[in-house]
């Protein structure tokens, strides 16, 4: 009996089994494995029908139609971003295990979807950390605002805050802005420039939250922010989950952000990253 995928009993998400029928994670999968090459694209294209099934069921709250009303549809979407979460996890450390297999712009586009999808499940339940510098930007007013996009880090001697896009007006205010907004809803960006600082940005959290001072509930709200930043900037069109990635370097940069985030998350929630038969 080979290895196989295995639905999970909410009808979410799936886990591998073994030869023999037990339930185990891909990165332990792939140590024994007597082909392990073939099982990373395997689980995203599992993953990618299991999320076109989730977006036809949940689909209300994800888009902002409606919020959860019952202890059971909080659940639900508590057990959706848990099992998308831990489905990514499990991807990034099997091809991290196998030198064989690189990251092609299909494992950025699939796991990008997955982690926006887990955001937005994430979003209804009130357990997303608060966005840099939430409470520290001017309030902007409707209409046209003047001013120049600059990506301000929250805290310079804490890299592990992460940084955020502002528009600086010339009276010196600063409001909210979005890396989409820079790219579809401005004039005057340097949209490559604004694309690399956005990067650059993104390696400097993710090098910080190596850092013992780095507290693993600030990392996650920084790297959930600048990744759904991106990601939103990054959809194929206005109404899409599907992201558009250019480059192998952009989808390993969203495949490891991307864990970054599910480990540090995984350290206040345990349940985040258990097998579902195992739970």
Partial sequence: MRPRIVQDEQ???FYWTDADGRPITLQDLVRIDEEPERLPPTHLEALDDAMIISAERFGEYLGGGRKPTSDAERADLRDLHRSLDRLVHEYSSAVELLDSVRYELRSGQIIGTATLMSVLARQPLG??????LENDLDTPEIGVVSGFGELVKVDETRPWMGSRWIVRTPEGRRLPATLAMLMFDSSGVFKDAALDEHRAALKVLADASTSPEA????????????LYD?????RDGPDSGAIEVRTETDAEMIVDTAALSILCRSRFDPELLRLPALA
């Fill in 11 to 13: 009808q979410i998400g």
């Fill in 127 to 132: 357990t997303l950390g608060s966005a840099p």
């Fill in 215 to 226: 507290d693993p509930l600030s990392v996650a709200s920084a790297v959930d922010w600048m």
């Fill in 230 to 234: 991106w990601l939103m900037a990054h």
